[in-house]
């Protein structure tokens, strides 16, 4: 295949990694603004990686979600969310030449492995042409070893006639009378003097390469692939095998969020609940949490609310942060999550499948499997009650 038919078969193979799922009108639009700056993101972040396929697949779920998701959302047109209609407005022109530009680098990659199996195919032409040269010239040795075999066999022959007809004429001379044998004895030395005269052959045996051990393996070296090649073809590989990535997690933060959080936490009569958002970078395909956000909210000993929510995505956005998980505080209460918690954390991880939930001062990360997040988005608001239990969580470690 050329370079345009292997970009045809490259980008349907993404097809099914670009869909997104239908609007839900119980879900907040700005949920679904939150995704679309994640997604965008991202994008970028493999752009400038040179992994191709992930930044492809991104911007295509982009591309996606605010064409044809949000503007269904029933609360599109409301004047609160006008700022958000022209940021998208203005992103997907600049989308569209990150597109571009993703399929330029896909191009150029797919014609770089074209030539390398060129290359790889002539290596492979000139090894097989130089064992078969290798093959005919150990024929033509074998073959001229049997002809010096033969030709000594042939030699040998009339020696070996001669020395027949002499033993002979020793066992008629040993049935002769006595008186006969010393002058057939005296005969007998021209014919021993002779004898010593004949040529004799060395013997050739099999040259040493030629008795090898024909079981030994033949190991065949040929030039790896371009690194861009193997690059993108691991983070294809990590992404449609449907694996979350990894996620690093500063192993001070838990106490440097439970030191923020005391004057609230302390507070009599029972204390007041305490959020942070844990927020941070995509990097060489790992995921880093690097900044502890404390946004403006209201709370008290048993709930806690963010206000001003557009503040946090915007300078999330701003300063080119993803938002990674979320930590809070339950100041009297011994359960590790609430039913309004789990929803939280659902909301989160439908727009990142690693975001982590975490609960001081437990000290514990929480992040449910792939279904979970489904289960509850589909559920409606007053249906808390029929939440999974707990055990769907999965415990991934303890800090304190």
């Known amino acids: ?181 010393p002058r057939l004895n005296l005969a007998l030395k021209p014919r021993q003097k002779e004898r010593s005269n004949t040529v004799s052959y060395p013997t050739v045996g099999k040259a040493s390469w030629m008795t090898a051990d024909a079981t030994q393996p033949s190991h065949t070296h040929y ?48 204390g007041i609940e305490t959020c942070g958002i844990l927020a941070g970078i995509l990097y060489d395909r790992k995921l880093i949490i690097t900044t502890l956000i404390i946004p403006k909210q209201e709370g008290s000993s048993d709930m806690c609310t963010m206000t001003n929510e557009e503040e946090l995505y915007d300078f999330c956005f701003s300063n080119e942060l993803l938002t990674l998980g979320w930590i809070h505080t339950h100041p009297k209460q011994d359960c590790f999550l609430s039913s309004v918690d789990v929803h939280t954390q659902c909301g989160f991880q439908s727009i990142l499948p690693e975001v982590h939930a975490c609960r001081s001062p437990c000290s514990f990360f929480i992040s449910w499997n792939a279904h979970a997040p489904s289960i509850c988005i589909k559920l409606p608001r007053l249906s808390l009650s029929l939440l999974p239990p707990v055990t769907h969580a999965k415990m991934l470690g303890c800090f304190g």
Request: overall charge positive; proline content about 5%.
């Open 1 to 181: 295949m050329d370079v345009s038919e292997r970009l045809v078969a490259r980008r349907a193979h993404l097809a099914p990694f670009c869909r997104v799922d239908p609007v839900k009108q119980h879900l907040r639009l700005q949920s679904y603004y939150q995704l679309a700056r994640q997604l965008y993101r991202q994008s970028e972040t493999y752009f400038a990686e040179g992994a191709w396929d992930n930044a492809y697949v991104f911007l295509a779920k982009f591309i996606k979600l605010c064409s044809k998701v949000i503007t269904a959302h029933h609360d599109y047109e409301l004047p609160r969310y006008r700022k958000e209609r022209e940021w998208v407005r203005a992103q997907a022109a600049e989308g569209f030449k990150l597109f571009d530009a993703i399929l330029d680098g896909m191009e150029a990659e797919e014609l770089e492995y074209l030539e390398y199996e060129r290359s790889l195919n002539q290596e492979k032409q000139q090894q097989s042409t130089a064992l078969a040269t290798e093959q005919a010239n150990m024929s033509a040795l074998e073959a001229r070893l049997q002809a010096m075999r033969l030709a000594k066999k042939n030699a040998e022959q009339p020696k070996e006639q001669a020395a027949g007809a002499a033993n002979k004429e020793d066992m008629r001379t040993l049935n002769q009378p006595a008186e006969v044998r």
């Open 223 to 270: 030039s790896a692939p371009p690194l861009s090649r193997q690059r993108s073809q691991e983070a294809i590989a990590n992404l449609t095998s449907g694996k979350i990535r990894t996620l690093e997690i500063p192993s001070g933060i838990i106490a440097q969020f439970t030191l923020l959080a005391s004057p609230n936490t302390n507070r009599p009569p029972y």
